[in-house]
């Protein structure tokens, strides 16, 4: 494997949630080649991907191929990828192909390809990987996932010990950080929350809610507390804890962190606080993928329903760093 520069270098990817381990792969094979051909996955060649409902429309990606392409000068032609041979069998389509470490066996299996057809194998370039801040390759998966950010950003390394919230950051976290949705049998908030099938639930008010309405969550996080106050509800007590953790008031604690953890990998329903709940909601919206819908009350007005985005983390993680 030569690094000899070429005319023209085929490469191809889903360039989902274009981040900067696509910045380098494109550079390396602009480093290479002069023309670059690259293959972007079709939205029916990564139904079956993790997370696929989270994967960019084909545009989307292309665009930002496209445009990152212009700033750096790399002159590219894009098309649609439904397979993995894409234009690779046809004699003369591309001179060499560059690859992660990731996609080398699609290579492989092009280069088998074309010599079952009398065609010449051709050279392969291998990118390596850029590596997040804990020294894993960054992946589009982990980014859909909600574990790190198109930077490389772990999100989970802001959970590793307790954090003492300071006035400021009250004052932040105390404000309505989604949609506020009325109580008020309406029907239009509980058509909001019927509709959703990804939700989890923080505090004894809005899981009772649940219950009550028999709506479904993933998991429920309460302390048999509502404003700070003991209270007693049939619904609440009748639950049976998977998990309990230990969380002071104003504090995110490291018990806290590492019970919702357990409880995301191993399925658990019920997550039972001794002390305080509130900050269960910043903790699940830095470890939650995206997609996911996060309701917490908001005392005296009624539900806050909070979307996980790449925006949304951020929003946080900044807050907790600030």
Known sequence: MNNRRCRIIGLGGTFDHFHKGHERF????????????????TAEFVQKKPLAEQIEGYEVRTASVAEFCE?????????????????TLAEGSVEAFCVTGETLPGALLINKARGDRGLAPLPVHVCE?????????LHSIDIRAGKVNREGKV???????????????????????GILLSLAKDGKSLARLRM???????GDATLEYFLREKLPYQ?????????????????????????????????????LASALKQALKTG??????????DLAAVALMLLL???????????????????VTEIAKESFSRALNS
């Open 289 to 307: 993928p995206l997609g996911a819908n996060i309701y917490y009350g908001q005392p005296g007005k009624g539900i806050v329903e909070l979307l």
């Open 155 to 177: 999100y989970e390394r802001l959970l590793a010990q307790s954090l003492k919230l300071t006035e400021k950051q009250r004052q932040f976290f105390a404000q309505p950080q």
């Open 26 to 41: 494109l550079l390396y094979a602009g480093s290479l080649g002069e023309l670059l051909k690259i293959g972007v996955t």
């Open 268 to 277: 658990a329903k019920h997550v039972f606080v001794e002390g305080e709940e």
């Open 196 to 202: 959703d099938t990804n939700a989890y639930a923080v």
């Open 71 to 87: 700033r750096q000068g790399l002159l590219c032609e894009i098309f649609p990828l439904s397979d993995v041979y894409g234009p």
């Open 129 to 137: 990987f850029l590596l997040d801040e804990l020294g894993s390759p």
């Open 219 to 255: 998991m429920g996080v309460y302390d048999k507390r509502i404003a700070r106050k003991e209270v007693r509800s049939p619904a609440i007590d009748a639950l049976k804890p998977d998990i309990t953790a230990v969380n002071e008031a104003g504090t995110l604690s490291l018990s």
